[in-house]
């Protein structure tokens, strides 16, 4: 491997070489992210060509792709956002749905010329028809973000501008839709001469109609039993709810999903007073320890130094060392593997040693801290050794160490202040005595070319270094006589602590660490049950920081944030609608999608983070477009006359290809973020799976479960009706 030394060389010569180019993993992830986004749109179209079988219609859709994604630069810039990870995230988690309501215009316009209208008022007729329900179901998209003013800490720093950028996109779809795609449509829905017509392309498009006929027409048999069976479909849905109960319990739990920057990092302590010389020598040790791992590209070593941001100021007995290794295309083993690999390599005794990977989003925290409060040091440290103890037991805690840092020699100076008040002086003039001694005051300062430094007196080294020396320190008394310091105080030598942190106006000791192969809440889940029968003296506790408290935190606010989404989509739904009741029926295809979303998480053996969070809450505002369309078909045609049954019975077969367009098209806009394939795509990875395992799932069971539930709400409206009318006649007999 490469390895670079943070001094110059001996010849005076001084190398320049970049160390970390954070811009280079930004620029990768932006590039993949960008890339998953045409590749999610082009899927989108496909599936468009595949259900309209018509390139021109198709061509109507996707000229939509652009223009929204265009117009959405223009909300986003006047809002502050920047071109971003995660704002370019939303963008590409806009790009499947940026074509729902188009599709459902476009089909709907199509159909409506099927009918034998003129082209022209077939789309006026037809945009007409759905856009109080695309707006309803935009509206609802959008509502599901406005809650995100609950959110606080990191999570509102990635949820905002994702709600920001996503909300904007669908704002600009719906504009598109209800314009662009009605002014294209008369002109690219024109029959072709049957001429022009390529005789493969039109056997093709006759197979796929002829399939999706048997589609709709076996779906409309499934609807008419699941019509006549209507006890049965709610216990099957019900039993889902059951099964993802179970499921959720034992899923584990992440805060920010783990990224690979291809760059791991080991902070190395000495015992303090350690020269400067032995700890280069144990920084050497260490780097041939672990340069010949094959994957690693280049090592920066820095001695001296705490290593925060590449610092140059610290201690001599600190250093750190800063690991590339080659991107994750080109090689078989992942950053954590490598960096477990690095954590048994490394073996320099008396020393602690932290080997950590570093992440695209850094939040300051460490994945285990177990804080012990309390008084008295001596207690904590004694706790905290046995607490050590215990969670190094835990499987998955890796790289564990405490918070107390080894005593630095020091003299202890204790003065009797009984003695000193005979000369007339108190503690604290003794003290300030022996601070101008030891550390020096600024008596004057000396200028010279317009500079101006200090001129600091204080005791020679040999006076002050030595404790007999010390001792006979001269302390000025009121009364104008001098006094030894050792007839005022006694004068020992011993270790004082290092560092001492408070908490809560409680001294704290923190045990540390990392985990490896598991995920952050079994492992914290472990530590707790193992220390809950954990001795604790009185005046003593125990509490849990670092990622876990930030995850905790985090989760709080998103889950507060989607009950208000849901509650927002309600309200959104009922003043379109002009009902509480059909919105009601709506909100059933929710808990449906929470299904799919924990399913499609445990089938990719991903955890639940705050990445699938915020995806459960888009999911929230998507998954009920599909039961919006299908309950505004079924209200319409009640309101034309129609029986409620047949009503229901026609809606379902008649949009189940603008539902299944629209599902697809996003499912599929989404894949390529899913797969989490590219370089810096893994933040939205969980997101994508969560909306697409809901989505999915949900959408074949709202086609089910959404006219039996519409049907058992009916039923039981009628029967309240009958009863309010029958106390009404017979309070008027």
């Not at 320190?473 to 270790?495: D, S």
């Not at 944030?561 to 002009?578: K, P, R, W």
């Not at 919006?628 to 078909?633: G, T």
Request: proline residues 4%; without cysteine.
């Amino acid at each position: 491997a490469n390895v670079t030394y943070s001094a110059p060389t001996e010849t005076g010569e001084v190398e320049v070489r970049v160390l970390s180019d954070s811009s280079r993993m930004i620029v990768t992830s932006l590039k993949s992210i960008a890339s998953s986004g045409l590749q999610g749109a082009i899927l989108a179209i496909l599936v468009l060509l595949f259900f309209l079988r018509h390139l021109r219609a198709t061509f109507a859709i996707a000229i939509s792709i652009p223009v929204a994604v265009i117009s959405t630069f223009g909300p986003v810039y006047f809002s502050g956002t920047t071109l971003n990870i995660i704002s370019m995230a939303g963008l590409s988690l806009g790009v499947g749905m940026m074509v729902d309501n188009s599709i459902v215009v476009l089909e709907n316009i199509f159909r409506h010329k099927e009918m034998g209208k003129d082209i022209v008022q077939a789309a006026e007729d037809g945009t007409a028809e759905v856009s109080l329900a695309i707006t309803a179901s935009t509206l609802t998209s959008v509502a599901v973000f406005l809650p995100v003013v609950w959110v606080t800490g990191l999570a509102q720093l990635f949820f905002r501008e994702l709600a920001l950028t996503i909300s904007f996109s669908l704002l600009m779809s719906l504009l598109t839709a209800v314009t662009l795609v009605p002014m294209m449509a008369p002109r690219l829905l024109k029959d072709r001469p049957a001429r022009r017509r390529i005789p493969w392309a039109v056997r093709l498009s006759d197979r796929i109609g002829q399939w999706l006929e048997r589609l709709e027409a076996a779906y409309g048999r499934l609807l008419d039993w699941a019509l006549g069976h209507r006890w049965h479909v709610v216990g099957i849905g019900a039993s889902f709810l059951v099964l993802v109960a179970l499921v959720l319990g034992q899923m584990g739990l992440e805060f920010i999903p783990s990224s690979d920057t291809s760059q791991f990092r080991v902070s190395i302590e000495l015992a303090p007073g350690t020269r400067l010389d032995e700890t280069q020598a144990a920084v050497e040790q260490a780097v041939a320890q672990i340069q010949d791992i094959p994957e690693l590209q280049s090592l920066y070593v820095a001695v001296g130094t705490t290593g925060g941001a590449y610092s140059t100021g610290g201690e001599s007995n600190q250093a750190f060392i800063v690991g590339t290794v080659s991107r994750p295309g080109q090689r078989r083993r992942s950053l954590d593997e490598i960096v477990e690999d690095v954590r048994g390599r490394i073996v320099l005794p008396g020393a602690k040693v932290t080997v950590a990977t570093t992440g695209i989003i850094e939040t300051g925290g460490n994945d285990i801290e177990v804080q012990i409060k309390g008084d008295d040091m001596e207690v904590l440290e004694d706790l905290s050794k046995q607490v050590l103890a215990i969670v190094a037991q835990v499987p998955g805690a890796r790289g564990l160490d405490t918070s107390i840092s080894e005593g630095r020699p020091e003299v202890q100076i204790r003065v009797d202040r009984a003695r000193a008040a005979r000369y007339g002086l108190t503690a604290s003039q003794v003290a300030a005595t022996v601070q101008s001694a030891v550390r020096g005051q600024v008596v004057t300062q000396y200028r010279v070319g317009g500079e101006e430094y200090d001129i600091r007196l204080m005791a020679t080294e040999a006076a002050r270094s030595d404790v007999n020396a010390l001792r006979q320190l001269p302390i000025a008394t009121p009364l104008g006589q001098t006094v030894p310091l050792g007839e005022l105080a006694e004068l020992t030598r011993g270790v004082g602590p290092a560092t001492i942190d408070r908490e809560d106006q409680m001294r704290v000791v923190k045990i540390i660490g990392q985990i490896y192969g598991r995920d952050l809440g079994s492992v914290i889940n472990d530590i707790k049950a193992r220390l809950a029968d954990f001795p604790l003296p009185p005046g003593y506790e125990i509490a849990y920081g670092g990622d876990y408290e930030l995850m905790e935190e985090a989760m709080t606010g998103l889950v507060q944030t989607l009950i208000f989404s849901v509650a927002l989509v309600y309200l959104v739904m009922a003043a379109q609608f002009e009902s509480f009741l059909h919105p009601f029926v709506i909100l059933f295809s929710i808990p449906l999608a929470l299904v799919g979303a924990v399913l499609g998480l445990v089938l990719t053996g991903r955890s639940m983070d705050m990445s699938a969070m915020i995806g459960l809450i888009l999911l929230a505002g998507v998954v009920v477009n599909n039961a919006i369309v299908l309950v505004d078909y079924i209200n319409q045609l009640r309101r034309q006359g129609m029986d409620r049954d047949e009503a229901v019975r026609l809606t379902g077969p008649r949009r189940l290809r603008p539902v299944l367009m629209t599902t697809l098209t996003t499912v599929l806009g989404l894949l390529p973020l899913a797969l989490g394939l590219s370089e810096g795509a893994e933040l939205e990875a969980p997101l994508a799976t969560v909306v697409i395992g809901g989505l999915t799932l949900s959408t074949l069971l709202t086609l089910v479960v959404i006219p039996v539930v519409y049907t058992l709400f009916d039923d039981l409206v009628v029967r309240v009706q009958r009863r309010a009318s029958a106390r009404i006649r017979a309070a008027a007999m």
